[in-house]
T-cell receptor, first 114, second 112 residues
Framework: NAGVTQTPKFQVLKTGQSMTLQCAQDMNHNSMYWYRQDPGMGLRLIYY???????DKGEVPNGYNVSRLNKREFSLRLESAAPSQTSVYFC?????????????FGSGTRLTVV | QKEVEQNSGPLSVPEGAIASLNCTYS??????FFWYRQYSGKSPELIMS????GDKEDGRFTAQLNKASQYVSLLIRDSQPSDSATYLC????????????FGTGTRLTIIP
């Protein structure tokens, strides 16, 4: 089925380890986003990519880097994981042109940093 | 002041009744408004979008927008136990390519 695919679904890291969260969409959307969701904090934007070749910081970018590999793929990297990065991470995509039709979300990655 | 505010709940509504969810936003230039439903442990899914003042109906759901009061609401008629979820309000500054700002969500429980 068409949609947004995130991998992995679950991950446990030790403090200081690095990892990359992968996201791919097959809806030919221009824009892609990475959010984290924490209890009581809602969804907070980490980074976004308005179109292939561009990336911009969101509300909480510290400790993360992103790569828009092509139109389909947008990855999120944690270079040196910290316990404060324990969260659920969602990738999303949108058409990004004309009327804002809202996002399609991936199924999420539950990350625990110990 | 948060950009998008919602009552966290929980909001308990009897089955068959109308559930009313409210959201206020602080940025007056906001143009696009969305309601997402999120079941526990799942990702958010879009249920309604609204761009103009007034009401927009889709099945049992009605979104209401009042830009002068900076207020958007979601009504769920004939509430069902399957409507029990957290409802997220999201706002964008423009109609086009624009990132969304989310509220923290309202947890709704439908009581059989």
């Amino acid at each position: 089925n068409a949609g947004v695919t995130q991998t992995p679904k679950f991950q446990v890291l030790k403090t200081g380890q690095s990892m990359t969260l992968q996201c791919a969409q097959d809806m030919n959307h221009n824009s892609m986003y990475w959010y984290r969701q924490d209890p009581g904090m809602g969804l907070r934007l980490i980074y976004y990519s308005a179109s292939e070749g561009t990336t911009d910081k969101g509300e909480v970018p510290n400790g993360y880097n992103v790569s828009r590999l092509n139109k389909r793929e947008f990855s999120l990297r944690l270079e040196s994981a910290a316990p404060s990065q324990t969260s659920v991470y969602f990738c999303a995509s949108s058409e990004g042109a004309g009327v804002n039709y809202g996002y399609t979300f991936g199924s999420g990655t539950r990350l625990t940093v110990v | 002041q948060k950009e998008v505010e919602q009552n966290s709940g929980p909001l308990s509504v009897p089955e068959g009744a109308i559930a009313s969810l409210n959201c206020t936003y602080s940025d007056r230039v906001s143009q696009s408004f969305f309601w997402y439903r999120q079941y526990s442990g799942k990702s958010p899914e879009l249920i309604m979008s609204i761009y103009s003042n007034g009401d927009k109906e889709d099945g049992r759901f009605t979104a209401q927008l009042n830009k002068a009061s900076q207020y958007v609401s979601l009504l769920i008629r004939d509430s069902q136990p399957s409507d029990s979820a957290t409802y997220l309000c999201a706002v964008a500054r423009s109609f086009g390519n624009e990132k969304l700002t989310f509220g923290t969500g309202t947890r709704l429980t439908i009581i059989p």
